[in-house]
């Protein structure tokens, strides 16, 4: 069965710094690899996936992730961080069960982003 | 643009009672799925559906059942609500066609007093 551990609950940065949140995977096969930011009071919004080919995928509002098979990581990254990034941050595992596709998140990470 | 949708926000009932969520989609996606989302639990998937009327066990249905008479909606159904399925509740589906992604409603928040 597949499995997505995010090692961290919280993270704080201030603002302008770099942010980088970890993410590692378990899966017998080549997984689809997906991050979601969640807003306050608001549902999941895609921020990037990568399904194959390029290592380093590009997403959203800047971030980006890079899929290291050897390492079974797909960690985010973003080089600056903005006051509006602050929300949580789930990854997720994907795989095809019958016809559907089914995700497996992390327990996600809370981002604090100080002024 | 793509919409999820779920009937309510924010919803409280009490124990015992039945409770309907609803979850329309306008993508015309064939898999629909219901997840439970528990601080530092994450998501959990509870049911989810390929097809009109077909539905298949997640990882955590214990108390709850589902419905999918039309493509575009689906139902998750708490037949006796208790205590500890208060929690928040996300919809979300998927087309069938190659790699895509699940789009997600905003969520209900539902209270079990």
């Known amino acids: 069965a597949q499995s997505v551990t995010q090692p961290d609950i919280h993270i704080t940065v201030s603002e302008g710094a770099s942010l980088e949140l970890r993410c590692n995977y378990s899966?017998?096969?080549?997984?689809?690899l997906f991050w979601y930011v969640q807003s306050p009071g608001q549902g999941l919004q895609l921020l990037l996936k990568y399904f194959s080919g390029d290592t380093l995928v590009q997403g959203i509002k800047g971030f980006e992730a890079e899929f290291k098979r050897s390492q079974s990581s797909f960690n985010l990254r973003k080089p600056s961080v903005h006051w509006s990034d602050a929300a949580e941050y789930f990854c997720?595992?994907?795989?095809?069960?019958?016809?559907?596709?089914?995700?497996?998140f992390g327990t996600g990470t809370r981002l604090q982003v100080t002024l | 643009d793509v919409k999820v949708t779920q009937s309510s926000r924010y919803l409280v009932k009490r124990t015992g009672e039945k409770v309907f969520l609803e979850c329309v989609q306008d993508?015309?996606?064939?898999?629909m799925f219901w997840y439970r989302q528990d601080p530092g639990l994450g998501l959990r998937l509870i049911y989810f559906s390929y097809d009109v009327k077909m539905k298949e066990k997640g990882d955590i249905p214990e108390g709850y059942s589902v419905s999918r008479e039309k493509k575009e909606r689906f139902s998750l159904i708490l037949e006796s609500a208790s205590t500890n399925q208060t929690s928040m509740y996300l919809c979300a589906s998927i087309s069938s066609q190659g790699q895509e992604t699940q789009y997600f409603g905003p969520g209900t928040r539902l209270l079990v007093l």
């Open positions: 997720a595992v994907g795989a095809l069960t019958g016809t559907a596709s089914k995700l497996t």
């Open positions: 899966y017998g096969a080549t997984p689809y």
């Open positions: 993508m015309d996606h064939e898999n």
